[in-house]
């Protein structure tokens, strides 16, 4: 069966310090990856999304960029974060046409 | 851009009670799916739904994609159905689209 990790599951950071928030999946070939954000007490939004080593792309202008160096790895990064980038990271999967997607546990972001 | 509005945005229900909640959508989508957020943050997977009727269990959800709406049923509600319960929908090339959600508390 298939899985999803996130880690670290919260970070502290502060202001102008550069972040790496990692998601791996097990069990599947060829995934969708995809990075959201969801503010507090709010829906999720769609950041990045790739489907394929090497390809992503962004849905809004950020602070933030994503890899996929692997085909099952996908990183969050900021060189900078700003105050604006706290909120609530989740990773989701999904395979063939259907789309059909599922999320990792989450990273808790809290930037002072 | 397409607009996804979920009703009602806060439900408190006492436990056993029915609930209806609803996800309107503003234009034609691929594919619908309904999801629960427990207190912990997980989104777990209810329904994929892009169109007609699924039960699992105390749940069910109905999509009628040609007047773009789904509604997600809970009969006998428990406490720990308490969370938030979101519908999203998918336009093309991999974009999904988050309702607010619904804020569900069961009472016990």
């Known amino acids: 069966s298939q899985t999803i990790h996130q880690w670290p599951a919260t970070l502290v950071q502060p202001v102008g310090s550069p972040l790496s928030l990692e998601c791996t999946v097990e069990?599947?070939?060829?995934?969708?990856l995809y990075w959201y954000r969801q503010a507090a007490g709010r829906g999720l939004q769609l950041l990045f999304y790739s489907v394929g080593i090497g390809q992503i792309s962004s849905e809004v202008p950020q602070n933030l960029s994503a890899s996929r160096p692997q085909d099952r790895q996908f990183i969050l990064s900021s060189k900078k974060l700003l105050l604006s980038d706290s909120g609530f990271y989740l990773c989701?999967?999904?395979?063939?046409?259907?789309?059909?997607?599922?999320f990792g546990p989450g990273t808790r972001l809290t930037v002072l | 851009g397409i607009q996804v509005e979920q009703s009602p945005p806060d439900l408190i229900l006492q436990e056993g009670a029915n609930s209806t909640l609803r996800c309107n959508f503003s234009?034609?989508?691929?594919?619908l799916q309904w999801f629960h957020q427990n207190p912990w943050g997980q989104l777990i997977n209810l329904f994929y739904i892009p169109s007609g009727t699924k039960q699992n269990g105390r749940l069910s959800a109905t999509t009628v994609a040609t007047e773009r709406y789904s509604l997600l049923y809970i009969s006998s509600s428990q406490t720990t159905d308490s969370g938030v319960y979101f519908c999203a929908v998918e336009l093309n090339n991999n974009d999904m689209r988050f309702g607010a959600g619904t804020r569900l508390t069961v009472k016990p």
């Open positions: 234009d034609s989508v691929n594919n």
């Open positions: 069990g599947t070939s060829n995934p969708n």
């Open positions: 989701a999967w999904s395979v063939g046409l259907e789309n059909e997607q599922f």
